[in-house]
């Protein structure tokens, strides 16, 4: 089984700041077929579902602020808020569908207001 | 728009069956995606349960393989989720979902479900 490892757990970023979470993946979940990443990016807060924020490793989620931007390949993948908001306060997830319909989440980073 | 709507007990007995109904709406299952049950105990992260097909394939979380039937109605337009043998380590929030492609767009808010 693919294994996703965030990293760090916690993170504490001042407002306006730029904010970087990373996501490792314990085998490629690129694939070659189509040449897309199958990497997704959750944001989580308290009392809510998760909301999906970016997929294709970097594809934003209509809706989503273009502060938010994912990058990465191969195993190692990175979501960065490039200007910290209040409302960004939240639990940030990665999760791999390559191995779709199962799937895999990192465990989660709890990101705060320095 | 697709919504989904949980339902069921917020409480069960340990060793009985956990059973749960999601509620589509906007949206025909018959029309396709997968269908799936996530989980996420108090405080801790998400987890896959199983997903369904609207043909009725079913794939499941090997952890939880032994435990666990999702089942689908299309004439309801919903989907099922029993959990048997419940422990306290069954404890958690339950979500179902619509992963299109893999990526989960459409959640449902959740409802939590407390073995005890």
């Known amino acids: 089984d693919i294994v996703m490892t965030q990293s760090p757990d916690s993170l504490a970023v001042s407002l306006g700041e730029r904010a970087t979470i990373n996501c490792k993946s314990s085998?490629?979940?690129?694939?070659?077929?189509?040449?897309?990443?199958?990497l997704a990016w959750y944001q989580q807060k308290p009392g809510q579902p998760p909301k999906l924020l970016i997929y294709w490793a970097s594809t934003r989620e209509s809706g989503v602020p273009d502060r938010f931007s994912g990058s990465g390949s191969g195993t190692d993948f990175t979501l960065t808020i490039s200007s910290l908001q209040a409302e960004d306060v939240a639990v940030y997830y990665c999760q791999q569908y390559y191995s779709s319909p199962s799937y895999i989440f990192g465990q989660g980073t709890k990101l705060e207001i320095k | 728009q697709v919504q989904l709507q949980e339902s069921g007990p917020g409480l069960v007995n340990p060793t009985e069956t956990l059973s749960l109904t999601c509620a589509v709406s906007g949206y025909s299952i018959l029309s396709g995606y997968y269908w799936g049950w996530f989980r996420q105990p108090p405080g801790k992260g998400l987890e896959w349960i199983g997903s369904i097909f609207h043909t009725g394939t079913t794939y499941y979380n090997p952890s939880l393989n032994s435990r666990v039937i999702i089942s689908v109605d299309t004439s309801k337009n919903q989907i099922s989720l029993r959990l048997n043998f419940v422990t306290a380590a069954d404890t958690a929030v339950y979500f179902c979902?619509?992963?299109?492609?893999?990526?989960?767009?459409?959640w449902g808010q959740g409802t939590l479900v407390t073995v005890s």
């Open positions: 085998q490629s979940v690129l694939k070659s077929s189509n040449n897309k990443h199958y």
């Open positions: 979902a619509r992963p299109d492609s893999g990526y989960v767009a459409y």
